[in-house]
């Protein structure tokens, strides 16, 4: 499958892996947003979040997990931080595999 997210969680595509397991993989944002900018993806192809079913349930649960955890390792956790999904062409998502950005290390703006 021509998918950079799936390429990455294979290892063809070699990069800076944060956190890996069975399931799941985290590794930096190619384009930092913020000091602290992780991706964690599923191993599974799900385009969207749109396309998640109950089967998922427990594995976006685990993302979120890794991301906690990983916001603890940067030591950002006291300070705050933000997880965000983005979904379809509105959503601004632009890789088509499941993400969760994990952003931190200075303030946020207000959504909107
Ligand atoms: P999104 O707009 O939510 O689809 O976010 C896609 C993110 O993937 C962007 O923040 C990109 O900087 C990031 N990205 C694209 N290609 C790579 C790559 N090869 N390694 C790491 N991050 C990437
Ligand atoms: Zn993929």
Redesign the pocket.
């Known amino acids: 499958m021509d998918c950079?997210?799936c390429k990455?969680a294979s290892g063809e595509?070699k990069?800076n892996i944060a956190y890996q397991d069975e399931t799941a993989v985290a590794?930096?944002?190619?384009?930092?947003?913020a000091p602290v900018?992780l991706?964690i993806i599923p191993r599974k192809h799900i385009e969207c979040i749109a396309d998640l079913t109950v089967d998922e349930e427990k594995l976006m649960g685990h993302l979120v997990s890794i991301a906690n955890k990983l916001a603890q390792q940067q030591g950002i956790s006291k300070s705050g931080y933000r997880l965000?999904?983005?979904c379809g062409p509105h959503?601004?998502?632009?890789?088509?595999h499941i993400?969760i950005?994990l952003l931190g290390g200075r303030q946020m703006g207000r959504l909107g």
């Open positions: 950079i997210f990455i595509i990069t590794f930096p944002d190619i384009n930092p947003k900018h991706l965000v999904i983005n959503g601004g998502q632009v890789v088509p993400h950005h």
